[in-house]
């Protein structure tokens, strides 16, 4: 199976069981604590990945690769931490 074909069957199925199980009170509770964690927490892997990508530069890559990769890193991350728990 590609891996293209893969994700166009799958992603949807992952954010429907999510949104069909999340608790739409307690997301409206909670909101300004989520993005009070959330956006530092984003912010600070952001760089620190970024900063190791400079700092390493094993891959001989341009700045703009960097900032597409580390935000590749920090947006899938959490993704898969929470998949393996």
Do not use: C, E
Not at 15 to 39: G, N, S
Not at 61 to 70: A, G, I, N
Request: proline share 7%.
């Amino acid at each position: 199976m590609s891996p293209d074909l893969f994700f166009r069957i799958f992603t949807p199925v992952i954010f429907f069981t999510t949104a069909f199980d999340m608790d739409t009170y307690m997301l409206q509770k909670l909101f300004w604590q989520i993005l009070v964690i959330t956006i530092p927490g984003f912010l600070v892997n952001y760089i620190l990945v970024l900063w190791h990508l400079a700092s390493v530069n094993k891959l001989l890559l341009k700045p703009t690769p960097w900032l597409l990769f580390s935000a590749i890193l920090v947006s899938s991350d959490p993704m898969l931490t929470a998949a393996a728990i």
